[in-house]
């Protein structure tokens, strides 16, 4: 599985920003998409994770904010963010689970998300 991400800039506090994340190669192995977020000196944390049936689970920081959709079945997310605040602000990294494991084994390249005045 490989995953390409897109997006991604600088905004400022209380602006919109979409990220995605398509996925190639073994599609018919995910079972979930995901994006994580990392900040210099911090342990990755889970943002928003979405399964193939359609699930949803969000960090208690983004719920209201965030949208995590699937673009279509298997190998394409969507993150809306909106009203970003400066605590957003990080490198997000989109992460594939496949059915064989219970972890995001397969992690596409950081973009980084700035929000600032």
């Known amino acids: 599985v490989q995953l390409q991400a897109s997006g991604g800039g600088a905004v400022q506090p209380g602006g919109s920003l979409r990220l995605s994340c398509a996925a190639s190669g073994t599609i018919y192995s995910i079972n979930a998409l995901a994006w994580y977020r990392q900040v210099p000196g911090q342990q990755r944390e889970l943002v928003a994770a979405?399964?193939?049936?359609?699930?949803?689970k969000y960090a208690d920081s983004v719920k209201g904010r965030f949208t995590l959709s699937r673009v279509n079945a298997q190998n394409a997310v969507s993150l809306q963010m909106n009203r970003l605040n400066p605590d957003d602000t990080a490198v997000y990294y989109c992460a594939a689970r496949t059915y064989s494991r219970s972890t995001y084994d397969y992690w596409g390249q950081g973009t980084l998300v700035t929000v600032s005045s």
């Open positions: 979405i399964t193939v049936a359609g699930l949803t």
